[in-house]
């Protein structure tokens, strides 16, 4: 916490207040209309069976509904599967990436940087028209003649329940690790040379160094990573969308995806709303445990 | 000293080392910009259907038709990009002002309920955004009724809770001394805010004006649920409308898949060093 100005005259405190209710006015108003009030909304559609004129209330029906719901579930396990492969992959991948980066020249460091990071700045739907060729089911398609090239035959990969969500882990392999690759590199430029040299007049090789300095040093970073990147993987909806739909055979149907369909192609708007609190407490519940687990020793 | 071992008179070690690094690094790069690649020279290839075209790694010949075909495929081509950039911009504009001005108290002004009110914000952060898009949904279209406007595209991106995060941890690293000056010189809070915050919070304005204009440009769910009408939707979606009505026509799609991500391509060599900034802004502890 920073220190504040010190008022000089009393008279001095009040207006400074009046300018800082004017100051965030306008964030606040946005903030209550289009944040807070949807919250609170939510939990009311979500006991109501909602239609846009007389609503009726129904109590738990639609979170009963929801549990009994064997899609619902399925889309649950999806999402666990997809976030269990992509994010620790992801996490590994950057971590290894940052550290081969490290021993170069700044300019270099930033032309990789720069390559790493320019998925990122590509739209989802760019990405995702792209992909749907890489994976065309033709055996001209990219990635079938990379796969029979090496023996693998070719595959219907988006159409087929068993490759569907294997190639959607693969195309999140191969583009969503620039933020973090950067936010690594940042970190790993901030380590004290001192905790090196200390380590070498023990010694120590470069393995030893990374397991006993930098992996406990950027375990924030990890834990952040790991934090932000589990919850955006379970609001993940954009690639199942566009890529799969969903299918085949609900094999890529995420959480996301469930409770946008719910709502924007079956219109049951309670139900949407009771599945997306479940969503929030599910997300909750999982940075807790992993403050909790792996937050042990962080400071922040 | 650092994690890699100088290799003091080895500059054989050295050389080996470094290159099989660059070697990793570079393939690794290479599968990453793959797709991208992949899209910008399929793009120059002529608007012919699936089945007749070859999926080269290279190009074989320059054309330009397929961009052509994309932009006569609809009236609404120019539109799509217009709309985009005005919401964009708009987003954008009312981002830097309005969390700067809420940055600039939460972290500077003393009020009552200033605590709280910021760690409610902090908490609605964390809310994932299934849980806000149906009530939004109808707020904008049954009850204001505003469906297809640009009201509608950008009202609820006016201001976001993290850019009054991001705004107020750089502005609380501003010392006070420097306010404490100004006001004796006897600036009021509005002076202060204008003629010494605003300045001097210019880089983490500028990354949060360059990450704002990109999400926005680049933002697909809110056009696709407010727009249903071709004239207003943005350009990710007129993308997303084009590659079902259009499944075998390769070129056309990569070419339309390429003007959608050039600007922020453009943008991204012209300002590389705020964007890479931005990433760290807010992840990593300075």
């Known amino acids: 916490m920073t220190e504040y100005a010190k008022p000089i005259k009393r008279r001095k405190i009040n207006s400074d207040a009046i300018w800082g209710y004017a100051f965030i006015a306008a964030a606040l108003l946005i903030f209550l209309m289009f944040t807070a009030y949807p919250v609170v909304s939510a939990l009311i559609i979500s006991f109501q069976e909602y239609k846009p004129v007389g609503s009726t209330f129904i109590g738990f029906d639609n979170y009963t509904e929801t549990f009994k719901d064997s899609l619902f579930w399925k889309a649950i396990v999806n999402t666990i599967v997809y976030t269990l492969l992509t994010v620790p992959v992801s996490l590994f991948l950057s ?40 994976y065309d089911p033709m055996p001209e398609g990219i990635f079938n003649k990379l796969t029979s090239f090496f023996g693998l035959g070719t595959h219907n990969w988006l159409g087929s329940s068993a490759y569907a969500m294997f190639s959607l882990v693969l195309m999140a392999w191969l583009s969503s690790h620039g933020t973090s690759i950067i936010i690594y590199l940042a970190a790993l430029l901030g380590i004290d040379g001192s905790y ?105 | 000293m650092a994690l890699y071992n ?9 050389i080996t080392r470094n290159t099989a690094i660059i070697t990793v690094l570079l393939l690794f790069a290479l599968a990453t910009i793959f797709p991208i690649y992949f899209m910008i020279i399929s793009s120059f290839g002529e608007p012919v259907a699936a089945g007749a075209m070859d999926y080269r790694l290279f190009p074989s010949s320059f054309s330009l038709e397929s961009y052509k075909f994309f932009f006569e495929f609809s009236p609404y081509t120019w539109r799509w990009l217009l709309n985009s950039l005005i919401v964009a911009t708009t987003v954008m504009v009312t981002n830097v002002l309005f969390a700067s001005m809420a940055g600039y108290a939460f972290s500077k002004i003393k009020f009552k309920g200033r605590v709280l009110i910021f760690s409610i914000m902090l908490v609605a952060m964390m809310i994932p955004y299934q849980v806000t898009q149906v009530p939004l949904y109808i707020l904008i279209v049954n009850i204001f009724h505003i469906e297809n406007t640009y009201t509608a595209l950008i009202l609820p991106g006016l201001v976001t809770v993290y850019n009054i995060f991001l705004a107020k941890q750089f502005m609380s690293s501003i010392p006070n001394e420097i306010l404490e000056c100004a006001k004796i010189e006897g600036c009021n809070q509005f002076q202060i805010y204008f003629r010494i915050i605003l300045p001097l919070s210019k880089t983490v304005l500028a990354v949060m004006a360059i990450l704002t204009f990109m999400d926005n440009w680049n933002t697909f769910f809110w056009p696709l649920l407010v727009t249903n009408s071709m004239d207003m939707q943005t350009i990710q979606v007129g993308l997303k409308s084009f590659k079902f009505a259009n499944t075998t026509l390769f070129a056309p799609m990569m070419a339309g898949a390429t003007i959608s991500a050039l600007p922020m391509f453009i943008l991204f060599f012209s300002l590389q060093k705020y964007f890479l900034e931005g990433v760290t802004v807010g992840a990593v502890k300075g």
């Not at chain 1, 032309?111 to 998925?119: E, G, I, N, R, S």
């Not at chain 1, 996301?256 to 219109?267: M, R, V, W």
């Open chain 1, 95 to 134: 971590f290894a990436v940052s550290i081969l980066i490290l021993p170069f020249k700044k300019r270099m460091q930033t032309a990789f940087k720069a390559v790493y990071y320019l998925p990122a700045v590509a739209s989802g739907v760019a990405l995702s028209v792209v992909w749907l060729w890489i």
């Open chain 1, 196 to 300: 090196y040299e200390a380590a070498e007049l023990d010694g120590a090789n470069f393995f030893q160094k990374l397991r006993y300095i930098v992996v406990p040093c950027l375990k924030p970073t990890t834990l952040f990573l790991l934090v932000t990147g589990v919850i955006g993987s379970f609001q993940v909806f954009q690639n199942a969308y566009l890529m799969t739909g969903g299918g085949p055979d609900n094999a890529t149907t995420m959480v996301g995806l469930l409770i946008f369909n719910n709502a924007f192609k079956y219109f049951e708007f309670g139900k949407a709303a009771a599945q997306s609190l479940i969503l929030a407490a599910i997300i909750a519940g999982i940075s807790v445990i992993q403050f909790k687990f792996l937050g042990k020793d962080v400071e922040y």
């Open chain 2, 6 to 14: 100088a290799h003091p008179g080895k500059p054989l070690i050295r």
